[in-house]
């Protein structure tokens, strides 16, 4: 269960940074960028499919 757990967190922060790094090189705003950042991989997916279909 211990190795489950570690691929859960790696995997959430992951996306956390993912989501930021693209909020951030679209809209060049921290605040976009940390609310984009919680919802990680919600905002990953919503991008992908809306500027990349």
Known sequence: MST???VTKTGIT???ALAIAIS???NKSIIWAIIHGIFSW???IYYAIRYHH
């Open 4 to 6: 489950k757990t570690e």
């Open 24 to 26: 951030w090189s679209v």
């Open 42 to 44: 919600l905002y990953v």
């Open 14 to 16: 992951f996306g956390s």
